[in-house]
């Protein structure tokens, strides 16, 4: 009786590479959620905004990966960066060769991003900017599958334009905080749904996000 032993090195290697991609997932899940702790422990311990961390939800986390997938976005820009919490989510839910950019006013909260990202093995899908978005945006000449807005929600409506033209066509728009602070982002979301080129619609997840899909 003869065996043929010339698949085990690659039955190996297979195995090696599953254990891999393995421990690369659960070591983001158990990065999330140890953010998702240092979130609520930080924001219910600081006063002043610009110390919180004010990550997204979970839910909303789940929610934006599934439409990232769905509408296989490969280029992302991301307006708050934070800690660098929602930037996990999106980066690990784009496609192959796709990248997320993202912008953040704080040094602190970069530095806290940038070791973040190191630690999920993501940093390589993401460019992490370190810059006040209006300066960003008004100097932007790219176009993006998706844009995310989770900064200073009064200022959107300031670079309407600026974001109108940074999606592609057939892009999508979110927008977080669009229930918890509508009167808020009242002004941006009645500019983008009067624009005939938007299709749109308010999702009751996490603090409620506005999804708009350009034409």
Known sequence: HLTNHSNRPLKRQ?????????????????????????GKENDAREIGREDKLLNITRDTGEFISTLIKASNS??????GTSNG??????????????KVKTVEISAKKV?????????????????????????????????????????????YISIEN????????????????????????KPFITKIKSNSIFTCSTVPVGKGEFIAVKA
Not at 85 to 98: E, F, M, Q, R
Not at 128 to 154: A, G, H, P, W
Not at 167 to 177: A, R, T, V, W
């Open 111 to 155: 530095d806290m991003a940038r070791r973040n990202f190191e630690s999920a093995k993501l940093q390589n899908k993401i460019d992490l900017i370190c810059s006040d978005f209006i300066d960003f945006m008004k100097s932007n000449q790219e176009q993006y599958d998706l844009v995310f807005l989770d900064s200073d929600r009064t200022k």
């Open 14 to 38: 297979l195995n090696s590479s599953v254990m891999h991609l393995s421990g690369v997932i659960m070591n983001l899940e158990a990065l999330l959620k140890n953010l998702e702790e240092q």
């Open 74 to 79: 490969s280029s992302i820009l991301e307006i």
């Open 162 to 185: 600026e974001i109108i033209s940074s999606i592609k066509s057939g892009g999508l728009l979110i927008c977080d905080n669009a229930i918890s602070h509508s009167y808020e982002l």
């Open 85 to 98: 919490y929602s930037t996990l989510w999106l980066a690990s839910s784009i496609n192959d060769g796709g």
